[in-house]
């Protein structure tokens, strides 16, 4: 699996958007970019996912380099609740590791 | 309601005494996977199963087994719990494979004295 790499933290203020930056520059043509989110020691959860088209739903909006080789996830109005460990995975194979993501904090 | 349950949620136990942690999925689905979670280091793949009696090792399987006879059961074996497997575990399922929405459990947390 292409490695990700991700800023170790990033506060937002609440009813601001929270831009999320990956980088995945060893990415290869099939595999796709996966966004989940951990609030305090709960199970992992699924925000969205893209291969190269720009990929909106409920939760957030992700946006894919033309090269493909980073994404930034969106938040379009963080709220208190969206305080939680964002990671960015690239999968291909049957593996899936998570690495460390991104502490965000939302702020009052 | 389609879920994933563990079970114990808590576990305290000593060196050497063998425990199984278990994980079932109500959702029929084909993959089901380990990992666990320590500070600074994130959520790292255990071992995973993309079907009955098919599995495989993730990142970090030493000290650890799995069985995967029945679809919706996927337990974790610690033979002889060291220390260092003091952790917080988690087990996950989705209906094909790692590219697929994962559902997670909520978790056990397991200290080895």
């Known amino acids: 699996d292409a490695k990700t790499t991700q800023p170790t933290s990033m506060d937002c203020a609440e009813g601001r958007a929270a831009n999320l930056p990956c980088n995945h520059s060893t990415i290869s043509g099939n595999e796709y970019v996966y966004w989940y989110r951990q609030i305090h020691s709960q199970g992992p959860q699924y925000i969205i996912h893209g291969l190269k088209n720009n990929e909106t739903n409920e939760m957030a909006s992700l946006i894919i380099t033309e090269d493909r080789k980073s994404s930034t996830l969106i938040l379009p109005h963080a709220t208190l609740r969206d305080t939680a460990v964002y990671y960015c995975i690239v999968i291909n194979d049957y593996k899936l590791s998570f690495g460390a993501g991104t502490t965000v904090t939302v702020r009052a | 309601e389609a879920q994933v349950t563990q079970n114990p949620r808590y576990l305290i136990t000593v060196t050497g005494k063998k425990l199984t942690v278990t994980c079932s999925q109500n959702?029929?689905?084909?993959?089901m996977s380990w990992y666990r979670q320590d500070p600074g280091l994130g959520l790292r793949q255990i071992y995973y199963s993309m079907n009955v009696e098919v599995t495989d090792k993730g990142d970090v399987p030493e000290g650890y087994k799995v069985s995967r006879k029945e679809k919706r059961n996927f337990p974790l074996i610690l033979e002889s719990p060291s220390p260092n497997q003091t952790s917080l575990y988690f087990c996950?399922?989705?209906?094909?494979?790692?590219?697929?929405?994962?559902?997670f459990g909520p978790g056990t947390r397991l200290t080895v004295l």
């Open positions: 959702m029929n689905h084909e993959y």
């Open positions: 996950a399922s989705s209906p094909g494979g790692p590219a697929d929405t994962q559902y």
